[in-house]
């Protein structure tokens, strides 16, 4: 796999849908590695969250409290960046005068985890063991956060179950999703609520118009935080993606390899999209995309107060490669907000898109 250098976005052609941008973000709520090509895994694109960021346990609290950009926006000026060898992950603080930049690996040898501490995350009330990286990575989070920081590699069998909760209020079951009776079921890693998240050029393009003049020239889809954002064309309604059930990608090199992916969710949004990248604070109020898109995309009825903005999904097999240029079909669709534990509507076909019972 390579990395993507900047502006290197080919258009699809007329009538095409192409895979433009892909993501991964090994540390989650950090700035993400754009790449060229990722692996898919059944918990979503390689080392995509396998790191996060956690205030310690106490005795109040036992568990690890995950520090997430909604809440910090401060996480939003720490830069990552893989090297050629896909070994070492660096982080930098673009603002720091001091001790900017820290290099962990990418994939921690086992052997160097062995004594480490493990914690427990919960994360939309499903959890998953966490292994302590340690205190000079501890150190350099602290001191740039201004509060005891630890570091924690996805531990245990390196995924945890998806949460009801991300998908119904108050429905803490983990839910069992598979892209289709052929895959095996997926999981993720630190990732909120799903393996993926789909967004799109045309709704990229609505979003940027509700903007003030000044402000469209930004690179405005960093800040929805997607894996895959796919071309659709000039064709194509924004919030076309609203109504995705069910995609085929085409890889460009391997004619034989068809991804299958699985809509799951239109993806209601939080006050992630006010963070400003730039400064690692809250954006002008006229910028703030969380209010502006609020005005008329509250589009799905489990969480009708909160604006949507892409899908979540999964996709297989696993072991398949997403390459930028890819052809993307949209292969089912959905006239409703469709969640992995509610039933079709009578009448509609799911064709093997039918989501499995939830399970504990």
Known sequence: MALSPPGSHSPAHA???????????????????????????????RFDRQYVLVKPPTEQQPLAEHITIKWNYKLGLFHTAIDKSWSKLTITHVHAQEDAAITIPLTPSPLSLMDAPTYEVSIFGTKAPGIDMGETVAKYFGRHLGSETRLLYIGGNGQREIPGAAYLPKHYQALSIAVNDKLQPQRIRFADAAPLLITSTASEGDARKRLPPNARGEDVIVRFRPNIHVDVGEEVESYDEDSWSMLAIHSQVDRAQEVSVRCLFRTVRCLSLNVDLEKGGMIATNRQLYGLLAKDRRTNDKFPHKPVFGQYACAGPSGALLRVGDEVHVTERVSFANTPISPLPDGVSDAGSRASDASG
Do not use: C, H, W
């Open 15 to 45: 009538g095409t849908m192409k895979i433009q941008r892909l993501f991964i973000y090994p540390v989650k709520s950090l700035r993400p590695v754009e790449v060229d090509s990722a692996e898919i895994t059944n918990e979503g694109l």
